[in-house]
Structures are given as structure tokens and as C-alpha cells.
């Protein structure tokens, strides 16, 4: 398969998810404070930021999930106070917490997520086959999801919230606890993705994952505190790394 | 120096799996110990043979001198544990966990303050929380507390950064940086490779088997030959490009780089460096420079592994 160049892609008229002054409190704690950012169709966008930062709530209202207290956002086109199910219909989600039914073969997960999302019977088989002959899974496509390695399990997952062809894909910690092979190969599944013109936004610790994204946001309590590509954003701080850039803005010293 | 743990040849399946493959090493007293691999990899296996929560189907394992099946009730009183899911009481306070740990050991909080107040002092502004409400961070250190409120002798840490933000763990190997200079005997196990540089040794260790046990340079050293990091904008295009290239032994993604080994051992790095270059202009690759780099612990460990679980014929 021959992805079209991230470019093309990147023109389209309207941007993947575009949140302005987005905005979430808990009683007296704003857990997502005012930010404002847009990730482009075809865009690989790493939402970086510290345990308890707000990255987690942001997601919750980008998905749908969660009614924002302020500001706007679309995703997908559609907008999170009046949408959120359009939003849903057009969004994959996939974490390292939970993903697939463990219980359920590779096969039965398939079905049951093509349900959910309204997929014909012949949509089903027909994708489900491919995917699993993509993955080279398909001589296992029977056996319990819990019986395969958890690189597998990882890269199962991520094909099966791509199933009914999102137009953004949200990836929680994708790769947590993954040898660096499949970290990797993991990531080449992710341009891929990118690249034939669905948006992801991934969250990760592996900070030299940051740095395979086209732009990265770091979050730092509630607040968007940093935003650009890589590349700019150590030349702009004056830091070897986004590792480094991290902890100078989540501790300043 | 004296010896803590010793491992030898320990074996460990659970139905088909070979969780634990064989495995022997030893750790000298005081030493901070790096358990280095991914999930699935016999981390909390070996971890928990060791603090004799599970039996070993052969081998031998001693603890302080103790063997883990046959002095299991001399060896738990001298061992302190963090399990590698968060095992406190999430109803509890902070100090109330706290207090149940110590109790269970027969001791008191304000009788082992000394050995935990470096700790604790950053958790007492917490101590009426509950522990559900604790950020990861502040998890994970009142977990460590816990484990240190009896005293241990020697102390085993299971995956105690997994999860935690960047800032967060480079605090926690503060923190156990601390304990090893007051000489506490430290295994810790974890999936982040870039950890391995803050032990004294580590075991790199992957489907039951260990890689590698050595000091983080000296594997690093071991490293057989000239590694080069490539920087371009088009690294995707690169990456795909490289790997049809003839000379390729191993091409990969690093961060913002492509990192590269070439087949010919004997070759001049200079001579790869441009003949690599020349190869992406070629493929129509522009602004690619090409330089000789330093592996690390992660480079070593990929060279070392082999292929990976989800290049193998036998998925399942």
C-alpha cells in the first residue's frame, strides 16, 4: 500500500480537533485550565504532560466523554457540548489499560467492536480478515485475546480501533511495558495510520517517543505549557531533548 | 564484598510458558541492582521466587544468606517488597497504611522514623489523604515507605516508575539513590530502558532469559560495532528507504534520529557515513547528515534480543 504524503492530507480544509479555551473544573479544581490547540488531518500529535497535569480530562472531553465547564472544541468536525456522538461514531480509542475483551478471541473482539459500531456482517468478515492477515494473526484469529503476547494484544488493538475507519484515533500509552522492537514497529503503525490521512493523538512516558511526533503539546497543571514540533521546541528552549524540556517545565527549579 | 543474592539456574512455567528459563546471577551487598526488560519478560517472576512468594520448579535462589524455599519465614522478616500493581489500601490515609505496614512488622511509625523520614517528610504534608487520592508519584513513594517501615536488609522494587511521568521517576531513583548510599542492598525491576544508567549493574532480561548482567557501561562497551545516527526531516521516508538498502544490518527509529549499523564490520565509519548519505539522496532524501553516535542501553538491548515476540512464527 502506497500512504498518500502527509501533505496532501495536512491541506484539507478543517482541522482534526481544534479545542479553544477548553476548559474543565471539579468543585474548586480546574483540572483543565483554558487551552487552546488544533492537530491538523494526517497529523501524528503527542499530548505529553505529568501524572495529574490534565491530560486524562482533556481526552475525557475531546472523546465526548465528559461535558467541558468552558470553551469550545470540534473534533472530527462535530462539536463536544452538542455532538458528542457523532464525535464517537468518528473517533477510535485505544489504551494500554483496557482495550480488547481478554476473554474473547481475536476474532469474537472483531465482531463484537464492528457491532458496536454498526458495521455490515459482510463490512465485519471482510475487514476483520484483512486485519488479522495484515497482523499475521490469522492462524490464532480463534484463540483467546489473553493467550497472545502483549505485543500482539497491543497491535490487535490499536487495528481494531481503526476498524470502522476513524477519522482521529486517540492512543492512551499505547506502548507501555513493550519490548523496544515492537515499540518500534509499533510506531511505524502509527505513521502508516497517519500518513493514509486519519489524525492520532497519542499520550506516552517514553519521551524519545515524543520526538517521533509532528508536534507535541506538555501539559503542566491544567495550562498548555509548551507546543511545537520537536525539533523547534529544543532549539527554542535551548535543550538536547524533549526528556530535558520536560522536566524543566514540569519542576522549574 | 559479600554476596546477597544469589540465583542459580532458576526455572519457572506456568502451564506452556517458560516464565523463567533458567536464570542465574548474583548481587554484592550494597549494590543498586537494574532488572532491565518488557512486560511478560519474568520481571515479577524472578521478583517474587525472591521474596518467596512463589516457589521455583528448580533451581536455588538465596536471600542474605537464606534459601527462598526453605528459610521462607527466617528470610520475609529481613526482606522489604513493593509489588509492582499498587498494593496499599486506597480507603487508608497515608499514614494509616503506613501504620498497618509497621504494626504488621510489630513496630511503630515514630520507632522507625529515622530510616523513613527522608521519604515520609515528602508525604507527612499529605498524611490524612487518602491513598486513592495520592497523585502516581506520591503513590509510588508512600509505597516504597511501606516497604521500608520493618527495616528490610535488602530491598526488591517491582516495576515501581511503570506509568509514572518522566519527573516523577527521575525523583523516585533520587530517592533510591539515597538508600543505596546508606548502604541498603536495592533490586529494582523495570520496562525503561534509559532507568539502566542510574544502577550500579543490571540483568537485561527478555522471555524468561537473561541477555546481559553487568555494569551499564561495560554493556554499552560491549556494543560490536559503529553505530550511526541519522537525522533527516523525511525520517519516515528514510527509514523505509534504508531498510532495502544492501549494506543494512540493523536500521530503527531513536528519538529524533534513525539509528543505523552496517553489515561490513571492517568498512571505514567515514566511508559508511557517506555512502548511507549518498544512498538517501538517491531515494531522493534530502537534508540528511550522517554521524557516528554512542549507543545505550537500549541499542544494546535490541542487538541482544534478537527477534522480537511479534516477528516470531509462533504467536501464540
Known amino acids: 500500500m502506497t500512504p498518500e504524503p502527509v501533505s496532501a492530507a495536512a491541506s484539507a480544509k478543517t482541522d482534526a480537533i481544534e479545542a479553544k479555551d477548553l476548559t474543565r473544573t471539579f468543585g474548586g479544581f480546574t483540572a483543565v485550565d483554558h487551552i487552546t490547540f488544533s492537530v491538523r488531518v494526517g497529523e501524528v500529535f503527542g499530548f505529553l504532560g505529568a501524572n495529574g497535569a490534565g491530560k486524562t480530562t482533556a481526552i475525557r472531553m475531546l472523546t465526548g466523554l465528559l461535558t467541558p465547564s468552558g470553551g469550545s472544541a470540534r473534533v472530527a468536525g462535530h462539536d463536544v457540548y452538542t455532538e458528542s456522538e457523532a464525535i464517537k461514531r468518528n473517533i477510535g480509542y485505544m489504551s494500554q489499560q483496557f482495550s480488547l475483551y481478554e476473554d474473547l478471541t481475536a476474532r469474537e473482539n472483531i465482531r463484537l467492536y464492528g457491532g458496536i459500531y454498526d458495521l455490515s456482517r459482510a463490512q465485519i468478515r471482510e475487514r476483520g480478515d484483512r486485519m488479522l492477515e495484515q497482523l499475521g494473526l490469522s492462524a490464532v484469529g480463534n484463540r483467546p485475546v489473553r493467550d497472545l503476547p502483549l505485543g500482539w494484544r497491543q497491535k490487535l488493538a490499536f487495528s481494531v480501533a481503526l476498524l470502522h475507519r476513524p477519522r482521529v484515533v486517540f492512543l492512551d500509552e499505547p506502548t507501555s511495558g513493550v519490548d523496544p522492537i515492537t515499540r518500534r514497529q509499533f510506531w511505524e503503525s502509527i505513521y502508516e495510520t497517519a500518513s493514509s490521512g486519519t489524525t492520532v493523538l497519542v499520550t506516552t512516558h517514553y519521551m524519545d517517543e515524543a520526538e517521533y511526533c509532528d508536534r507535541i503539546s506538555i501539559m503542566v497543571a491544567g495550562k498548555i505549557a509548551a507546543m511545537g514540533t520537536p525539533a523547534d521546541l529544543k532549539h527554542d528552549r535551548g535543550v538536547a531533548s524533549i526528556d530535558d524540556l520536560f522536566v524543566q517545565l514540569a519542576r522549574p527549579a | ?316
Open chain 2, 1 to 316: 564484598m559479600s554476596t546477597s543474592v544469589a540465583v542459580d539456574n532458576l526455572v519457572k512455567h506456568f502451564g506452556t510458558t517458560k516464565a523463567l528459563d533458567g536464570v542465574s546471577f548474583e548481587v554484592e551487598r550494597g549494590e543498586l541492582f537494574g532488572l532491565i526488560g518488557p512486560d511478560g519478560a519474568g520481571k515479577t517472576t524472578l521478583l517474587r521466587i525472591l521474596v518467596t512468594l512463589l516457589l521455583p520448579q528448580s533451581g536455588h535462589a538465596t536471600v542474605l544468606g537464606n534459601d527462598v524455599v526453605t528459610d521462607m519465614w527466617a528470610l520475609r522478616q529481613r526482606v522489604g517488597y513493593m509489588a509492582g500493581r499498587f498494593s496499599l489500601y486506597p480507603d487508608l490515609s497515608v499514614e494509616e497504611n503506613l501504620q498497618f505496614f509497621a504494626s504488621v512488622f510489630g513496630t511503630t511509625i515514630e520507632h522507625e522514623h529515622d530510616r523513613i523520614a527522608p521519604i515520609y517528610s515528602q508525604l507527612e504534608p499529605f498524611k490524612g489523604r487518602r491513598a486513592a487520592a495520592l497523585s502516581g508519584g506520591m503513590k509510588q513513594k508512600l509505597a516504597l515507605c511501606c516497604a521500608l517501615v520493618h527495616r528490610p536488609e535488602i530491598l526488591f522494587l517491582d516495576e515501581p516508575t511503570t506509568g509514572v511521568d518522566a519527573v516523577s521517576r527521575r525523583e523516585f531513583w533520587d530517592l533510591l539513590d539515597g538508600l543505596t548510599r546508606e548502604g541498603l542492598t536495592t533490586i529494582v525491576s523495570t520496562p525503561y530502558m534509559d532507568e539502566a544508567t542510574r544502577c550500579h549493574r543490571v540483568a537485561l532480561i527478555q522471555r524468561g532469559r537473561l541477555l546481559a548482567v553487568d555494569t551499564p557501561a561495560s554493556i554499552v562497551a560491549a556494543f560490536d560495532r559503529p553505530l550511526f545516527g541519522i537525522k533527516t526531516p523525511n525520517r519516515y521516508d528514510a527509514l523505509r528507504a534504508l531498510r532495502e538498502y544492501e549494506r543494512v544490518h540493523s536500521i530503527y527509529p531513536f528519538g529524533e534520529q534513525l539509528h543505523y549499523t552496517d553489515k561490513d564490520l571492517d568498512r571505514e565509519p567515514r566511508a559508511i557515513q557517506r555512502e548511507v548519505a549518498e544512498f538517501l539522496r538517491s531515494r531522493g532524501i534530502e537534508q540528511v547528515s550522517v554521524d557516528t553516535i554512542e549507543p545505550s542501553i537500549e541499542d544494546s538491548f535490541i542487538a541482544r534480543m534478537g527477534t522480537p515476540e511479534t516477528m516470531r512464527g509462533d504467536a501464540a
